[in-house]
């Protein structure tokens, strides 16, 4: 049983779908979601299908697989049962691989706020709201009012974060160029606040001064150092100082999924604190991989990234038919094949194998990482198409407002658009 | 002014794009949708973005246009002034194209269970419920309620519920034909409900029988000159036998928008009668177009299709302009290019100039009026390669349940799944 259609969910399936097993994933989404490009969908680059398979659709040929769409809503440790939402399941071995969701250190009340970006329904409500600022600032006449919808401000340095701010700050200057005649949308302020006093913490300082640099050189303003103090319907304050701004994205914090603390083992942040070969202490027919699982090699925390997750599921998949065969289960060991980040067009860094790059020649290499990793022939093909005709042209395709804009433009403060009538042939006219 | 960014709004401004005038397009959508292939998104084999292109972006070079996301409350005829959700603006001359919505004649409630096809989110609602009917299937152990969840009427034999039938038949037969575990996906029952005795009644009889035989052959259940009586939850009620089902669609009546009522003059099943010239009777500087406009030619009604839309509001643009310049308007005459519709995989029928062809040929000549059509070189290119990949593949590329999976298979009735965990290795257990 495998609890998860995620990066290590399905490869864990994948690893036992020729073995005499019989496997169920269960998992609440339909489809496997490609999360490393989230971002693209969020800012209008990608659309949502672009970057998720139906999990039913990547394991139909093997034949010893069940896909089920279900929700768990607990887990019987002792009994060996899982509790969906309807029905119940028994597992002989179970992989828990459930991920994590967007976590604000105890403000839970920002969420409304400040979205997070974790599912497909993230990235379109961040795209809804994106789109919307800039047409809430065509309608706007009050300077002050406008400043304030074409304010972005993007909370946390990690590689989410600094892409959706190097995004948010292409829309503006060249996406949108000529798309508004009251405002010029190249006056969009992008704000990125990072906590600690540098970008990318899990990469090399070299590289962490590269991805200010290169933001900076696209008019993102960075501020590391300073902590969030509020976030509200007006904008947040950052280090005692109020950005007053429409739009603020969480991409600060993630947090295990709650369903780490059905297992009734001791948790660290929210994370499963698992033997070496992943398995939950005094059960070994449980699993925990991925961001769910919390384990230390070398003496450091392993990140919760797409990488970990794979080679735990397999890993997972291997130890519980070692365990069916009566041997010995073998501890887990990741092997770092690098990570990497981009800004923008043509502009990445990255650090496989001990090489740091930064610019052109790491965008090359994020961007087929990328592509060849997406799951599907068409995914990829699509995905490559599409970034190809984006590059060339500077559009982005998927610039669609899903689902009442009217409403998310009446959140927005009341403005008048009386102006329009009279406005000039030409360009802004205040 | 203009009302509406759909085809024979767009046409209008385009029109005007290059005349001594100041041009607003007014929409509550941010995007102009090419509707012919809404039920392709219904289907999963286009996403969204794929069928809009933003209004913004169309209309971006021509400098004396401004385009708004606002929603028209009301107008006021006498004071030349729109009434918007924030604010007010002031006209010359209103070009009202607000298109028609879903009409369910008097029976409002069946909108609940019987959604239409006029938007992005209905397409993702009748995908959603699609893809959920067979996720429940797979859930499901009582025969009778899995018969219920594999069960797709469609009401409405034009073209829209003769695509989406066709379409769904394939579904079942192809694309998910190896995707469960619990029952066979080409069980699936589609049932193409008409009213009158033929489908595509506005094509010759021929071509109607044709393409009853085409989606015969490939399983759909035409039932014509059957009225519908009853939709509710577990199904609907034609011609006093109930068919049980989860899903039924509605593809049967739009009716032209409520904005029509704003105007003070004689309605026709909510169009508003015309002058030849497209003009209000009594307000010269009013013109209606498309499925808001009621209009006879050679003593019938024109038809609520792409082409009208786009011929009237090419032609009411043209009035105003020959109004501005002191001279008379011209009538407006549609020139029929011709119709089609797709009944699915390299079958359609299609009348063109006299010419009337029903399967490969007439497909390929569908497959290419509609990728040429598409507006923006992107959406063109996307949507023949993701056309060409499916075609090789029989897979649809859109398979994602956004939003909400769970709550929608809760609609559905209880239902065990504890058969799970005994399947059998292959096939069905059931």
Redesign the interface.
Known sequence: ?IIGGGFGGLRAARELGRADV?V?VVD????HLFQPLLYQVATAGL????I?A?I??VL??Q??T??????VRSIDVEGRRLV????????DALIVAAGAGNFYFGNESWAEHAPGLKS??DA?TIRRRV??AF?SA??ESDPERRRSHLTFVVVGGGPTGVELAGALAEIGKHTLA?????FDPADARVVLVEGSDRLLGGMAVKLSDAARMQLEARGVEVVLGARVETIDERGAVVGGQRIVADTVLWAAGVRASPLAEELGVPLDRGRVLVEPDLSVPGHPEIYVVGDMSGLKQDGEWLPGVAQVAIQGGARAARNILLRQAGRATEPFRYSDKGTMATIGRSAAVAEIGGVKSAGFFAWVVWWLVHVIALIGF??R??VM??WF?AYI?W?R???????R??RE??EGK?????R??S?G???PTS
Chains 1, 2 share one sequence.
């Open positions: 049983m019989r169920t609440r989404r339909n489809h659309s949502g299908p672009d998720a139906p039913r659709q139909r040929r034949k010893n069940t896909v089920l769409l279900a929700e969906l939402d309807e029905g119940e399941l028994a597992y497909i329904e379109l789109l919307c047409e065509e309608r000529r798309d508004f005649r009251n068409r995914n093909v699509m198409l599409e005709w042209s559009q395709t998927a610039r669609v407002i899903v689902d804009p009217m433009l009446a009341p403005a008048s658009v009386e329009t009538d406005a042939s030409s360009g």
